[in-house]
């Protein structure tokens, strides 16, 4: 049997990480701003993904699936600043998230293109010798394929879940911010999704992935926090296959038993997030601009 925290402390422990997982104000006031519908808009799967509490759960899963391409963890390791400014990191990456998910297209076509920017300085050689380009088309393939499956993944089994046919649409929806991006091929239904990202040929743990992993199990966050973000980094484990977490060391509970003890509990977690909380500001402020603009939601 699960035996989940007292309702107060669930509620106290889902605020405080909610403020670090939420969109920073000036990503919120231009995402409530002027502008059309934006990449997916009103009725996509995408909007309903992404403003729920477990896209935290998916997150956290991505990045850690994510450190197991050798190449991409490279880029990570020599170029990102995670470690010094890790609640940063987060935030930026939320950032993105909240403008290309609910802003407005030009708002969307902003972020894609920092990003880029940020890209054209990630360059170097691996420590296997190989060299790397975070702007390669199949480095940014890894990371869209990665993200858009954890996070998917993470509303299946922590949030209310999809039926098959949304599932497909919510790739096929991702599937245009890939492109956008420069991933080569995105694929648009879930089943090829779940097959890329499992049979991917270069996936391997390497000590810097191990390294990386290890930090985003102890983040250095407010004490407040912390409660919250072991239970959600326990669930989001629970999500990457076995094989995979063994190579990581991740030795969390089983593939049956680690769904038994985890999941449960975060998505109770999430279940509070939401109720105490209300609707995702970002949501909130789309749907504002969507009907300023006069277009049905």
Not at 60 to 88: C, F, K, N, W
Not at 254 to 262: D, I, N, Q
Request: charged content about 20%.
């Amino acid at each position: 049997m699960v035996v989940s925290a007292p309702r107060s402390l669930r509620l106290a422990a889902g605020a405080a990480l909610h403020e670090i997982f939420s969109a920073p104000p000036e990503t919120l006031k231009a995402i409530a701003g002027e502008g059309d519908a934006g990449l997916f808009g009103p009725g996509s799967v995408a909007w309903r993904v992404h403003a729920h509490p477990s896209a935290i759960v998916g997150g956290i899963s991505s990045l850690i699936v994510q450190t197991l391409h050798p190449l991409a963890m490279a880029g990570v390791a020599e170029h990102s600043d995670y470690r010094s400014d890790p609640v940063g990191r987060l935030r930026r990456t939320v950032a993105f998230v909240a403008a290309t998910t609910f802003g407005g297209t030009a708002q969307a076509d902003e972020a894609i293109a920092a990003v880029r920017r940020v890209h054209e300085h990630v360059k170097g050689v691996a420590p296997d010798g190989r060299p790397y380009d975070a702007n390669d088309p199949d480095l940014l393939a890894w990371a869209h394929h990665v993200e858009v499956e954890s996070l998917l993944l993470a509303y299946q089994r922590v949030g209310p879940g999809l039926c098959a046919g949304e599932a497909d649409d919510y790739v096929r929806e991702m599937a245009r911010l890939g492109e956008l991006m420069g991933a080569r091929s995105p694929v648009t239904t879930a089943r090829e999704l779940r097959e890329w990202v499992l049979h991917h040929p270069e996936v391997g743990a390497t000590p810097e992935a191990r390294s990386a992993v290890r930090f985003l199990a102890r983040l250095p966050l407010p004490l407040a926090a912390r409660p919250a973000y072991a239970v959600l980094f326990s669930a989001a484990a629970s999500l990457v296959p076995w094989g995979w977490r063994m190579e990581l060391g991740l030795f969390v509970p089983g593939p049956v038993s680690g769904r038994l003890a985890c999941e449960p509990v975060a998505r109770a977690l999430c279940a509070a997030m939401g109720w105490a909380l209300g609707p995702s500001p970002a949501l909130t402020g789309a749907a504002a601009r969507v009907r300023r603009s006069g277009q049905p939601l």
